[in-house]
Nanobody
Framework: QVQLVESGGGLVQPGGSLRLSCAAS????????MGWFRQAPGKQRELVAT???????YYVESVKGRFTNSRDNAKNTVYLQMNRLKLEDTAVYYC?????????????WGQGTLVTVSS
């Protein structure tokens, strides 16, 4: 079993910045594509950003230009740098990863980290 642990959430004022990290732990695995999702109170979980195994990142329009998705394959970690945060960014952020063990494919979800943007 592969575990994903998110960190870096917290309380920040509008216009501030946070960096989220998602670290994968386990053995005998590799990570393919990864993605960030978020779920605001009373709303459905939505995609925020994805990043391919080669490091190509994609973003939804609402965060494009403000968020930067990157990964460090040597550390099995993906990062989401969030700048110019808005009230609408308040949500629990979840990391998702495609996992490969030999010929077997699966996915994993982190437990989430809360980002609260408030003045």
């Amino acid at each position: 079993q592969v575990q994903l642990v998110e960190s870096g959430g917290g309380l920040v004022q509008p216009g501030g910045s946070l960096r989220l990290s998602c670290a994968a732990s386990g053995s005998m695995f590799s990570i393919n594509a990864m993605g960030w999702f978020r779920q605001a109170p009373g709303k459905q979980r939505e995609l925020v950003a994805t990043i391919t195994s080669g490091g190509t990142a994609y973003y939804v329009e609402s965060v494009k230009g403000r968020f930067t998705n990157s990964r460090d394959n040597a550390k099995n970690t993906v990062y989401l740098q969030m700048n110019r945060l808005k009230l609408e960014d308040t949500a629990v952020y979840y990391c998702n990863a495609g996992i490969q063990r030999g010929p077997l494919l699966s996915d994993a979800w982190g437990q989430g980290t809360l980002v609260t943007v408030s003045s």
